[in-house]
C-alpha cells in the first residue's frame, strides 16, 4: 500500500515561475490537506479539498495561489509568479471519510520549494 | 490568535530522564491528534484522543486529554534518543466542516 506521493521532493524557481507541487492520496482517501512549514515552525493550514470540491481555502493566499484536486489525477498546488517568501516545505496530507476517524492524517514527505 | 497554544516551545534533556509537554486552547474539541515529525520528513499520527479525561499508552509515551476536551498532554517516560522530534498536536473543531489545525509544536532533543 503506497503512502501520500509527493513531487517534486525539492524544486527550485526563480522569482516570478510557476511552481507546481503535486500530491497523490492515499488509496481509497478523499480528502486531501496542503500545509505550509517554514524551518523550525509548525505545519500552517493552506487548503482541504474533496475530488473536485474546495472545501476550505482560508489559509490560502488570495492571490498567486491555487489548488485542485480533479477526479482523476493528484491533487495540484500551483503557485504563480513566485517570490522569496514562497520558499517553504509544503506538505500534503490525506484521509479517508472524517466522520470515523476525525482528524487523523496521513502525511507525505514533503516538497520543498526554493525561490531564488 | 493562535488557536492551539503548545509548550514548551523547545526542550532539551538527558537520555533516562521523564519529560511532559502541553497542548492548550480556549475551545473544546471532538478530538485530538499528536503527531511525532522528524527532520525532512512529513509528520507521522501517534494517537487520537476523543473523551474527556482519556489517557491513552504508546508503549514509553501516555497521552491525556482534558476531562473538558480544551488541553492535552504528553509524557514521555525514560526518554531515549530516538524520541527527538517535533511534537506537534492539531484538532478538529465540533464543526465537521472546520480544517484540521495544527500547534506550533514542541521541539525535543534527547541527549545520549
Known amino acids: 500500500n503506497a503512502g501520500v506521493m509527493q513531487n517534486p521532493r525539492h524544486l527550485v524557481r526563480r522569482r516570478g515561475q510557476e511552481a507546481r507541487l503535486r500530491c497523490s492520496p492515499m488509496k481509497g482517501h478523499s480528502h486531501v490537506y496542503w500545509y505550509r512549514q517554514l524551518p523550525e515552525e509548525g505545519l500552517k493550514f493552506m487548503v482541504y479539498l474533496q475530488k473536485e470540491n474546495i472545501i476550505d481555502e482560508s489559509g490560502m493566499p488570495k492571490e498567486r495561489f491555487s489548488a485542485e484536486f480533479p477526479k482523476e489525477g493528484p491533487s495540484i498546488l500551483r503557485i504563480q509568479q513566485v517570490v522569496r517568501g514562497d520558499s517553504a516545505a509544503y506538505f500534503c496530507?490525506?484521509?479517508?471519510?472524517?466522520?470515523?476517524?476525525?482528524?487523523?492524517?496521513?502525511f507525505g514527505e514533503g516538497s520543498r520549494l526554493t525561490v531564488l | 490568535t493562535q488557536l492551539l497554544e503548545q509548550s514548551p516551545q523547545f526542550l532539551s534533556i538527558q537520555e533516562g530522564e521523564n519529560l511532559t509537554v502541553y497542548c492548550n486552547s480556549s475551545?473544546?474539541?471532538?478530538?485530538l491528534q499528536w503527531y511525532r515529525q522528524e527532520p525532512g520528513e512529513g509528520p507521522v499520527l501517534l494517537v487520537t484522543?476523543?473523551?474527556?479525561?482519556e489517557v491513552k499508552k504508546l508503549k514509553r509515551l501516555t497521552f491525556q486529554f482534558g476531562d473538558a476536551r480544551k488541553d492535552s498532554s504528553l509524557h514521555i517516560t525514560a526518554a531515549q534518543p530516538g524520541d527527538t522530534g517535533l511534537y506537534l498536536c492539531?484538532?478538529?473543531?465540533?464543526?465537521?466542516?472546520?480544517?484540521?489545525?495544527f500547534g506550533k509544536g514542541t521541539r525535543l532533543h534527547i541527549l545520549p
Open positions: 484522543v476523543v473523551t474527556g479525561g
Open positions: 475551545s473544546v474539541f471532538s478530538s
Open positions: 496530507a490525506s484521509s479517508p471519510v472524517l466522520e470515523s476517524n476525525p482528524g487523523e492524517l496521513f
Open positions: 492539531a484538532v478538529h473543531s465540533m464543526n465537521r466542516d472546520d480544517k484540521i489545525i
